[in-house]
């Protein structure tokens, strides 16, 4: 039975900011986007431009003329809070407060960040620096309402975030508890091994994700099919339904009235143009039809 407009969430994609972030706009508004996820910089350099008074104002007006929303950023991939080495983590650390500048003066409501990679140091501080990190990034914005998002990680190599516990752990630590969200990754919640290919898998799964962190923790979605088995622990994109996951576990999380409203946004892998995307949203909204 199709699921009436009110119950359905939002969905989108990455899009790109290359000719300003205003651009990334019109391109999500060619691919029908409900909500569109961007960069608001180089999402593999740490220099940063400040953003022209010009390019703010083309890109309110944009957000103006157009019906998707929300938009939110994602961090740059540099980024990590839970880095050993104090080079890296000084970077980090003022990287992502430049980036909560930016996302504030753009007028997002939130920024997802992968919670770090501890470098052989061991979880616990990998926790304890991620943790440090936010409230040094947070105390430069005590008025704003921009969140973070700590994205869910599959544990591949050293990184940290994916038991829901490690994520608890994290917002439990921080001086803002508040300030912090999760951004739930389908492909790498999978591939850390938790299975949502079943109703009845899926339902065990969001419980015990309600319990350790509370449901309403969860602010965005990055819709993801998984290369990699369950538990893998490999962070690798694959197509929506030609993955490991498969449709099944996709149409359980849309229909899911708990996340009405919500932006979902692909992650799959991209090709020249936008074929790919278009492909992988018409798939998701044929779920939705059913």
Same mark, same amino acid.
């Given at each position: 039975?199709?699921?009436p407009?009110?119950?359905?969430?939002? &969905?989108?994609?990455?899009?790109s900011?290359?000719?300003?972030?205003?651009?990334?706009?019109?391109r999500?508004?060619?691919?029908?986007?409900?909500?569109? !996820?961007?960069?608001?910089?180089?999402?593999?350099?740490?220099?940063?431009?400040?953003?022209?008074? =010009?390019?703010?104002?083309?890109?309110?007006?944009?957000?103006?003329?157009?019906?998707?929303w929300?938009?939110?950023?994602?961090?740059?991939?540099?980024?990590?809070?839970?880095?050993?080495?104090?080079?890296?983590?000084?970077?980090? &650390?003022?990287?992502?407060?430049?980036?909560?500048g930016?996302?504030?003066?753009?007028?997002?409501?939130?920024?997802v960040?992968?919670?770090?990679?501890?470098?052989?140091?061991? &979880?616990?501080?990998?926790?304890?620096?991620?943790?440090?990190?936010?409230?040094?990034?947070?105390?430069q914005?005590?008025?704003?309402?921009?969140?973070?998002?700590?994205?869910?990680?599959?544990?591949?190599?050293?990184? &940290?975030?994916?038991?829901?516990?490690?994520?608890?752990?994290?917002?439990?630590?921080?001086?803002?508890?508040?300030?912090?969200?999760v951004?739930?990754?389908?492909?790498?919640?999978?591939?850390?091994?938790?299975?949502?290919?079943?109703?009845?898998?899926?339902r065990?799964?969001?419980?015990?994700?309600?319990?350790?962190?509370?449901?309403?923790?969860? !602010?965005?979605?990055?819709?993801?099919?998984?290369?990699?088995?369950?538990?893998?622990?490999?962070?690798?994109?694959?197509?929506? =339904?030609?993955?490991?996951?498969?449709?099944?576990?996709?149409?359980?999380?849309?229909?899911?009235?708990?996340?009405?409203g919500?932006?979902?946004?692909?992650?799959?892998p991209?090709?020249?143009?936008?074929?790919?995307?278009?492909?992988?949203?018409?798939?998701?909204?044929?779920l939705?039809? !059913?």
């Amino acid at each position: 039975m199709p699921i009436p407009a009110s119950r359905r969430p939002l &969905i989108g994609a990455h899009m790109s900011i290359s000719g300003g972030v205003d651009q990334a706009l019109m391109r999500g508004q060619r691919l029908g986007c409900d909500t569109i !996820q961007i960069f608001v910089k180089s999402n593999v350099q740490w220099k940063m431009l400040p953003l022209g008074r =010009g390019e703010v104002k083309r890109f309110a007006a944009a957000k103006e003329a157009s019906e998707i929303w929300p938009v939110f950023a994602h961090s740059s991939y540099l980024i990590n809070l839970a880095s050993s080495d104090r080079s890296v983590l000084a970077k980090s &650390i003022r990287s992502l407060a430049e980036e909560m500048g930016r996302v504030a003066d753009l007028g997002l409501p939130f920024i997802v960040l992968h919670p770090g990679s501890h470098g052989g140091r061991g &979880i616990r501080e990998g926790i304890a620096k991620a943790s440090d990190g936010l409230d040094k990034v947070l105390a430069q914005f005590p008025r704003s309402r921009v969140k973070i998002l700590l994205e869910t990680t599959a544990g591949q190599g050293n990184s &940290i975030g994916w038991r829901f516990e490690q994520i608890a752990e994290i917002i439990a630590r921080v001086d803002r508890p508040e300030r912090l969200g999760v951004c739930f990754d389908t492909c790498h919640v999978f591939a850390a091994g938790y299975d949502t290919r079943a109703h009845e898998t899926y339902r065990r799964v969001m419980d015990e994700f309600d319990a350790v962190i509370g449901i309403r923790k969860i !602010q965005a979605f990055h819709l993801n099919d998984s290369k990699g088995a369950l538990g893998s622990h490999l962070d690798r994109h694959a197509h929506i =339904g030609k993955g490991a996951l498969g449709l099944g576990a996709f149409a359980l999380l849309l229909r899911d009235p708990r996340f009405a409203g919500l932006p979902m946004v692909l992650e799959t892998p991209k090709g020249e143009g936008t074929a790919l995307d278009r492909r992988n949203l018409k798939t998701l909204r044929s779920l939705l039809k !059913q």
